[in-house]
C-alpha cells in the first residue's frame, strides 16, 4: 500500500505519481493532455484526473490501474473534489461551463450545470 505522501505531476504524455518523503517516482500512467487531478479526500489511494480530450478518468493508486472512466463531450482543464468524496466538480476549456457530478449516480449524468463564464475555467 502506498503513503499518503504523494505528488501528482503531469505532462503531455503521462501522469506520475512521486513519493514526496524520498522524491522518488512511484508509478506512472499513460494519458495524453491531463489538464488537471485531485486526490478524493475519503479515500486517498483514489485519483482523478480530467484531459482535453473530454475525459475525467479515475485510477486506483494502490492496485496501479484504471477504475472508471466518464466522458463529457467537453475538453477539459480542472477538478476538485468536494470535501463528501462523493462530488466532484469540473470545469471546461470552451463553454466556461463548470460540471458537478454526483458520483453514487449514473456515470453520464451531470448533477447541476454551473455557467457564468464565457471563457475558459483555469480551476475550480
Known sequence: ???????????????TL???????QTLSFPK???QGLAFSPLNKLLLCCVSSDATITFYD????????????GESLTSVAFCQDGHTIAVGARN??????????KSAREVYKYCT?????????
Open 1 to 15: 500500500m502506498l503513503d499518503h505522501y504523494l505528488l501528482g505531476a503531469a505532462s503531455d504524455s503521462s501522469l
Open 116 to 124: 457564468g463564464h464565457k471563457e475558459t475555467v483555469n480551476t475550480v
Open 18 to 24: 512521486f513519493d514526496t518523503q524520498t522524491t522518488n
Open 95 to 104: 463553454s466556461g461551463n463548470v460540471m458537478i457530478y454526483d458520483l453514487r
Open 61 to 72: 493508486i494502490n492496485e496501479k490501474k484504471l477504475v472508471k472512466q466518464i466522458q463529457t
Open 32 to 34: 495524453q493532455n491531463v
